[in-house]
């Protein structure tokens, strides 16, 4: 059984949100840089764009588009000039842990690198025990709260993993506090099962047989409706290739989508592996090889780029930008929230980080964070565009170009969401 993405209750009848900047981020042949309109105009119905041009061209638009018996149900919102964006796309985030891990950051401080606090039991494993003490309503209150950090600095799709649980049922519990969030907010979630995040205590020793627990556990959860897609930590404080593939397999086998946490610590052939199984992304990658960056390019497999985790481990082994560049591998942008890395809320932080610290253009990192994040999530034809024909989510920014989005840093510029068509309130 596949579960639809949630998406909201559509609004009824037609909106005519007027006044604004837009960067349509549309790469329809023929679009300006940014799909850059300085004085545009949206039509939607329901939770859908029917029409995006210039203001001048918009009663034409309405006249062409609209029943006339239908023109009395036209709502209108001026934005007064604010600047219109795709709604930002989370792509890779882990919302959903009990605890914190605010005394790991003091010992990393005081020297300790995350691999020997991983190694010595903790990282992870730390997060696992509070996640295991949380309730289900528990999870979903404190993910909840996150995912509304998120909304209001922009992000109107986002992608959740489960890894904190490590046992069937706490996974599961994880997993369906994921679905609960984007049906709580009425948002598109893409709900990630990540149990080959890192070994349980009660497997310890015997990593083999935990991948052959959760080559047995994908098809339960998956007939309950709880994945969209599974994913894996190949690291060596993490799971080989091999055992990696096993995982894959079993995914392949129910039709799932498989995406990889690749060469973010060392090169371990994650992502060749991950694009052999035509992967929606691998992500980290900073340490990344040529023969990885050629499969990646031949399978379509995004680059998920996660500069709060390079920057919050004090990585300095950059990910190959340039060279995914010139093989034309999609970059995206997103957060990695989690406890122990990257405990950010702020997509719009990570524009600015992933230009100051990997050298994106501006443009690159707001393609990341929209039509290339969508693209990693398999929802590239609806969502992460302003167009006609995609989903009505968009943000709403007070900025004067959109490549100030990436040249503020820790500036909430973010004016609203709207999501599904109508404006988003939480
Ligand atoms: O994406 N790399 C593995 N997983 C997370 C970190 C998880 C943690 O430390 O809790 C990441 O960076
Ligand atoms: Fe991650």
Same mark, same amino acid.
């Given at each position: 059984?596949? !579960?639809?993405?949630?998406?909201?209750?559509?609004?009824?009848?037609? !909106?005519?949100? *007027?006044?604004?900047?837009?960067?349509?981020?549309?790469?329809?042949?023929?679009?300006?840089?940014?799909?850059?309109?300085?004085?545009?105009?949206?039509?939607?119905?329901?939770?859908?764009?029917?029409?995006? %041009?210039?203001?001048?061209?918009?009663?034409?638009?309405?006249?062409?588009?609209?029943?006339?018996?239908?023109?009395?149900?036209?709502?209108?919102?001026?934005?007064? %000039?604010?600047?219109?964006?795709?709604?930002? &796309?989370?792509?890779?985030?882990?919302?959903?842990?009990?605890?914190? *891990? @605010?005394?790991?950051?003091?010992?990393?401080?005081?020297?300790?690198?995350?691999?020997? +606090?991983?190694?010595?039991?903790?990282? +992870?494993?730390?997060?696992?025990?509070?996640?295991?003490?949380?309730?289900?309503?528990?999870?979903?209150?404190?993910?909840?709260?996150?995912?509304?950090?998120?909304?209001?600095?922009?992000?109107?799709? #986002?992608? +959740?993993?489960?890894?904190?649980?490590?046992?069937?049922?706490?996974?599961?519990?994880?997993?369906?506090?994921?679905?609960?969030?984007?049906?709580?907010?009425?948002?598109?979630?893409?709900?990630?099962?990540?149990?080959?995040?890192?070994?349980?205590?009660?497997?310890?020793?015997?990593?083999?047989?935990? &991948?052959?627990?959760?080559?047995?556990?994908?098809?339960?959860? !998956?007939?309950?409706?709880?994945?969209?897609?599974?994913?894996?930590?190949?690291?060596?404080?993490?799971?080989?290739?091999?055992?990696?593939? /096993?995982?894959?397999?079993?995914?392949?086998?129910?039709?799932?989508?498989?995406?990889? !946490?690749?060469?973010?610590?060392?090169?371990?052939?994650?992502?060749?592996?991950?694009?052999?199984?035509?992967?929606?992304?691998?992500?980290?990658?900073?340490?990344?090889?040529?023969?990885?960056?050629?499969?990646? @390019?031949?399978?379509?497999?995004?680059?998920?780029?996660?500069?709060?985790?390079?920057?919050?481990? *004090?990585?300095?082994?950059?990910?190959? +930008?340039?060279?995914?560049?010139?093989?034309?591998?999609?970059?995206?942008?997103?957060?990695?929230?989690?406890?122990?890395?990257?405990?950010?809320?702020?997509?719009?932080? #990570?524009?600015?980080?992933?230009?100051?610290?990997?050298?994106?253009?501006?443009?690159?990192?707001?393609? %990341?964070?929209? /039509?290339?994040?969508?693209? @990693?999530?398999?929802?590239?034809?609806?969502?992460?565009?302003?167009?006609?024909?995609?989903?009505? =989510?968009?943000?709403?920014?007070?900025?004067?170009?959109?490549?100030?989005?990436?040249?503020?840093?820790? =500036?909430?510029?973010? *004016?609203?969401?709207?999501?599904? %068509?109508?404006?988003?309130?939480?």
């Amino acid at each position: 059984m596949t !579960h639809a993405p949630s998406t909201p209750t559509p609004s009824t009848g037609w !909106h005519w949100w *007027r006044h604004a900047k837009l960067a349509t981020m549309s790469d329809e042949p023929g679009s300006p840089a940014w799909g850059w309109c300085p004085q545009g105009d949206l039509l939607t119905h329901g939770d859908r764009i029917v029409w995006v %041009g210039a203001s001048e061209q918009a009663e034409a638009a309405l006249q062409a588009h609209l029943p006339a018996d239908e023109r009395n149900l036209l709502g209108s919102t001026d934005l007064h %000039g604010l600047l219109v964006t795709p709604g930002l &796309i989370d792509a890779h985030t882990h919302l959903v842990y009990g605890g914190l *891990r @605010a005394n790991e950051f003091e010992m990393r401080l005081k020297g300790a690198t995350y691999e020997e +606090i991983a190694r010595a039991g903790g990282g +992870i494993r730390s997060t696992v025990t509070a996640t295991r003490a949380a309730t289900e309503d528990e999870l979903v209150a404190s993910a909840l709260g996150r995912a509304r950090t998120l909304v209001a600095d922009g992000v109107t799709t #986002m992608e +959740i993993k489960s890894g904190y649980g490590l046992s069937f049922e706490h996974e599961a519990r994880c997993l369906r506090a994921a679905r609960r969030v984007g049906d709580t907010l009425g948002l598109t979630v893409r709900v990630t099962g990540l149990a080959a995040h890192a070994l349980p205590p009660e497997f310890d020793g015997r990593a083999d047989a935990y &991948i052959d627990a959760i080559c047995d556990w994908l098809p339960r959860w !998956h007939a309950d409706g709880l994945l969209d897609a599974v994913d894996g930590f190949c690291e060596n404080i993490g799971f080989s290739a091999a055992q990696m593939e /096993r995982v894959f397999r079993a995914a392949q086998a129910l039709g799932l989508p498989v995406k990889l !946490h690749a060469e973010q610590l060392s090169d371990q052939g994650g992502a060749a592996l991950a694009a052999r199984f035509n992967a929606l992304s691998a992500d980290h990658l900073e340490y990344l090889s040529d023969a990885g960056i050629a499969a990646m @390019a031949a399978a379509g497999t995004v680059a998920m780029l996660l500069p709060g985790a390079y920057y919050y481990l *004090r990585e300095t082994k950059l990910p190959p +930008i340039a060279a995914l560049r010139a093989a034309g591998v999609p970059m995206a942008i997103a957060t990695d929230h989690n406890p122990g890395t990257s405990p950010t809320l702020s997509l719009s932080l #990570m524009l600015n980080m992933a230009c100051t610290l990997f050298r994106l253009t501006p443009e690159e990192a707001l393609a %990341g964070a929209t /039509r290339h994040a969508a693209t @990693a999530l398999g929802l590239g034809a609806s969502h992460g565009q302003l167009r006609a024909g995609f989903r009505a =989510d968009f943000a709403l920014w007070e900025v004067g170009h959109p490549n100030e989005l990436a040249y503020r840093f820790g =500036d909430r510029a973010c *004016r609203g969401t709207v999501i599904g %068509g109508r404006r988003f309130s939480s």
